[in-house]
């Protein structure tokens, strides 16, 4: 059975500020990780995925992530955020099977 | 082109009510799913089916029964509401893989 934690339930941080979304997971098989965004009155959208190859995954709008097995972490990073970016965040995981597992979600606020 | 449509995207009703709430993919998948989101934005997964064939049944009440007419379309009616029932759902879709889901806009859930 695969979980997720996602360490914060919400960071604020100031435009154009760097920031780091932490998210831990545990398994005992190979999996699939992603980070889909949630923006107000919507539903998911995949942000970015690792399923195998570059441990670094980008997204078109700037963010990162980086799998790093021995830490069983795949942290979402931009270096520089905008208003825009405001939303809820989730990350999540998949081992065999159908079921993804996703985290709790974390909450990022970006104020000007 | 919406790619996972729901239908209502607002439902409010009084306890004991019956609804049904539709989904429908134009994506071509053949695996569709639904969560439930609460109001703290825990995403919980319900019901999974593949080629209309029910593959996940996660422990939710008997009082909610997803039907699967065609593998482009994943219904799900719930008897006798109750107030924890209020929540936001989610239809998703994937294609067979189940790697990346992509999520409808969600039907809000208001049980007076």
């Known amino acids: 059975a695969q979980s997720v934690t996602q360490l914060d339930s919400q960071v604020p941080v100031f435009e154009e500020a760097p920031v780091e979304l932490r998210c831990n997971y545990s398994s005992s098989v190979s999996v699939y990780l992603f980070w889909y965004v949630q923006y107000p009155n919507q539903g998911l959208q995949l942000l970015l995925k690792?399923?195998?190859?570059?441990?670094l995954v980008e997204s078109i709008n700037g963010f990162e992530a980086e799998f790093n097995k021995s830490q069983t972490s795949f942290h979402l990073r931009k270096p520089s955020v905008h208003i825009s970016d405001t939303a809820e965040y989730f990350c999540?995981?998949?081992?065999?099977?159908?079921?993804?597992?996703f985290g709790a979600g974390t909450r990022l606020f970006v104020k000007a | 082109d919406t790619a996972v449509s729901q239908t209502p995207k607002y439902l409010v009703t009084q306890m004991g009510n019956d609804k049904s709430i539709k989904c429908e993919q134009n994506l071509g998948h053949d695996t569709m799913y639904w969560y439930k989101q609460d109001s703290k934005k825990f995403l919980k997964i319900m019901f999974s089916?593949?080629?209309?064939?029910?593959?996940i049944n996660e422990t939710v009440p008997n009082r909610f029964s997803p039907k699967s007419p065609d593998k482009a379309h994943l219904n799900l009616h719930i008897n006798s509401l109750e107030l924890g029932d209020s929540a936001v759902y989610f239809c998703?879709?994937?294609?067979?893989?189940?790697?990346?889901?992509?999520f409808g806009p969600g039907t809000r859930l208001l049980v007076l």
């Open positions: 998703a879709s994937s294609s067979s893989g189940g790697e990346t889901q992509y």
């Open positions: 999540a995981v998949k081992g065999e099977g159908f079921k993804t597992i």
């Open positions: 089916y593949n080629n209309k064939e029910l593959i």
């Open positions: 690792y399923l195998s190859g570059s441990t």
